[in-house]
């Protein structure tokens, strides 16, 4: 093995080192924020989207996150609900934010309390349209305000990150519990935590 080859692969040990440790020093945080349970008021409440199967179907986990925000809306009739997702995958037909728009509504949320984020591709792009949706729609800086936001309970913690990162100075949570695909959900926050490292936004 020439010395470029050693260094290579010392290069590569030691990140996968830093990666293997960064994981698993987050993941305990992930796990904490999900057993939680959180409920928190607001006066907006961002409901982050998920995968659309085909043209309008939504994921098992999607609907989950439906049924909470309906419970939620139900018990908390004063805040409005901002639906977050585009429709970006191929075959879609209509946004994450209208699937869980018309969803909410045939769950008997007044139509009138909706306010859609339909334009985005990711979680970092959630919390940057809603930030400008909720100033429009209150004519108040959102940090003035209560802002929450509802996903599955393994993403609450990483999605808490990024909102922070969005301009959202403090934001609550509500929880939506994960029933689907929990370990593969809690393997992929593992292997994304390197991500909230970057200074990029990919």
């Known amino acids: 093995m020439n010395i470029f080859s050693k260094v290579l692969l010392g290069a590569v040990g030691g990140i996968a080192g830093y990666l293997t440790v960064t994981a698993g020093a987050y993941?305990?945080?992930?796990?904490?924020?999900?057993?939680?349970?959180?409920?928190?008021?607001?006066d907006y409440l961002l409901v982050l989207g998920?995968?659309?199967?085909?043209?309008?179907?939504?994921?098992?986990?999607?609907?989950?996150?439906?049924r909470a925000a309906a419970e939620y809306l139900k018990e908390n009739t004063s805040c409005f609900v901002v639906p977050c997702g585009g429709c970006f995958r191929d075959g879609q037909k209509k946004s994450e934010a209208l699937i869980i728009k018309e969803h909410l509504v045939e769950l008997r949320i007044d139509e009138e309390?909706?306010?859609?984020?339909?334009?985005?591709t990711t979680t970092?792009?959630?919390?940057?349209?809603?930030?400008?949706?909720?100033?429009?729609?209150?004519?108040?800086?959102?940090?003035e305000l209560k802002v929450a936001f509802l996903s599955s309970d393994y993403h609450l913690h990483r999605a808490g990150i990024i909102a922070k990162r969005c301009g959202f100075e403090k934001i609550g949570k509500v929880s939506s519990p994960n029933?689907?695909?929990?370990?593969?959900?809690?393997?992929?926050?593992?292997?994304?935590?390197?991500?909230l490292l970057k200074k990029d936004r990919k």
């Open 124 to 143: 970092f792009e959630n919390f940057e349209n809603a930030f400008e949706i909720i100033k429009a729609h209150s004519g108040r800086n959102p940090n």
């Open 113 to 120: 309390r909706f306010i859609l984020e339909d334009k985005s």
């Open 50 to 66: 998920g995968l659309v199967i085909g043209e309008e179907t939504p994921s098992e986990h999607l609907l989950e996150r439906i």
């Open 179 to 195: 029933k689907s695909d929990i370990i593969k959900n809690y393997t992929r926050e593992y292997f994304v935590a390197y991500e």
């Open 27 to 42: 993941l305990p945080f992930v796990i904490k924020d999900a057993k939680k349970g959180y409920r928190d008021d607001c």
